[in-house]
């Protein structure tokens, strides 16, 4: 209203009102799909009102290795604990059912056997358990096999030698179920995955006359992924002829690389893409639908054996639709030096603009002449260097 009566300029009116606005109501309107799987191969999926609990109980190794580290190491503490503290007090109670406490009771206070005390010859199921500290401390001499030699198990009664061979058991099994919980979540697949990189964005650019999509994957260990494999699908939400809405349709699409087929030999950095032909879900795809508001994500799956380990391992990646660049090529990264090829890893992600049309696949196959108004550079030539070799001997005139 002020700005109306021309007392306030309606510019700074504007401006002021935007800057009232929140920050997360102003950039609603700009906020990008939502991943299906993330840029570290996290998927972004939450599981709710899952009824059925119990099937979690069913595989509780799986379910222990699946935890976080706070979680696995209070687990592997409380049970120590809890069955140090469960076979202390049968502990106890045997040595209060056979009367060892009454007696060592007696005997530190010098009072001698008496005659309504236990006999002269008394043989305690365990000896020296006076109160429940000590049969604490013999239940953790027990399971871990300390042995301090203060206390042991007479064969007085047979009930305390069962309860040894249960004890020592029951403390194998935890410490098997323990151990191979820690060794396998030191050891999982995904720790290998670590070192197993893709580029930040894939280029869409011409390659052999064709629109292609690609993307760079590396791996930055000197130990191979035996029999690697990558594929690729994209996922978008679909409708179906009969009015089905389908919100994560997963699509294959058909990969090339310069192995041929789906297995690559990563020994160093390579290019994979993937032809844009009539089959291709990114036939009808254009510079102009690369934006944050579209709904196309393209998730990167690699697997392999790891080397060293035998282990199964799985890299994940994916590529939103403004993570895509049109019209950029990767530089290249490996050249020969000392007589070995050396990688440039600093420039794994970088790209240079080259020269592509900017319309769809299906226009491009439609219309050939687009392809003759495109300034291609001429195609590069192999330089060989010159070496000058010094010469390891002279010759020299014989003054004679």
């Not at 209203?1 to 401006?15: A, C, D, F």
């Not at 007696?106 to 309504?116: H, S, T």
């Not at 064969?155 to 029951?170: F, G, H, K």
Request: glycine share 6%.
């Amino acid at each position: 209203m002020l700005s109306r009566k021309g007392i306030i300029p309606e510019e700074y009116v504007l401006t002021r009102l935007a800057e009232d606005v929140p920050d997360h109501a102003r950039y609603r309107a700009r906020e990008r799909r939502a991943r299906f799987v993330g840029k570290n191969g996290a998927c972004n999926v939450a599981h709710k009102n899952i009824r059925e609990q119990g099937r979690f109980l069913q595989d509780v190794f799986t379910t222990l290795v699946d935890l976080k580290w706070p979680h696995t190491l209070l687990i592997f503490t409380m049970s120590f604990l809890c069955s140090w503290l469960l076979f202390g007090m049968v502990w106890w109670l045997i040595a209060f059912a056979h009367g060892d406490l009454d007696h060592s009771t007696r005997v530190q206070r010098g009072l001698g056997d008496g005659a309504a005390g236990p006999p002269a010859d008394f043989v305690p199921c365990v000896t020296s358990i006076h109160s429940f500290a000590s049969a604490f401390l013999f239940s953790i001499e027990v399971q871990v096999t300390i042995g301090f030699g203060g206390r042991m198990v007479t064969e007085e009664c047979p009930a305390a030698i069962l309860v040894l061979i249960v004890q020592n058991i029951v403390g194998l099994v935890i410490n098997a179920i323990m151990l191979g919980c820690i060794f396998m979540k030191t050891s999982q697949a995904h720790r290998r995955a670590e070192t197993l990189i893709f580029s930040k964005h894939a280029v869409i650019a011409l390659r052999e006359g064709k629109l292609c999509f690609m993307l760079r994957v590396g791996d930055l260990r000197k130990s191979m992924i035996i029999s690697a494999t990558i594929r690729m699908q994209v996922v978008k939400k679909t409708t179906s002829m009969e009015g089905e809405v389908v919100p994560l349709n997963q699509i294959d699409i058909q990969m090339e690389n310069p192995v041929g087929g789906n297995s690559i030999f990563l020994v160093s950095p390579l290019i994979i893409y993937h032809v844009i032909d009539k089959n291709s879900p990114l036939y009808d795809i254009s510079p102009t639908n690369l934006h944050h508001h579209e709904d196309l994500e393209i998730i990167v799956i690699l697997e392999g054996v790891v080397e060293t380990t035998g282990i199964t391992t799985q890299a994940r990646t994916s590529y939103l639709a403004d993570e895509i660049l049109w019209g950029q090529r990767f530089v290249p990264i490996v050249a020969e030096e000392d007589g070995q090829y050396s990688v440039d890893y600093s420039k794994f992600g970088n790209t240079v603009k080259v020269p592509t049309p900017s319309c769809t696949a299906r226009q491009l196959e439609e219309d050939k002449s687009i392809m003759d108004n495109m300034p291609f550079s001429p195609r590069a030539t192999i330089r060989k260097r010159s070496v000058k070799l010094k010469p390891k001997f002279t010759l020299s005139d014989d003054p004679s």
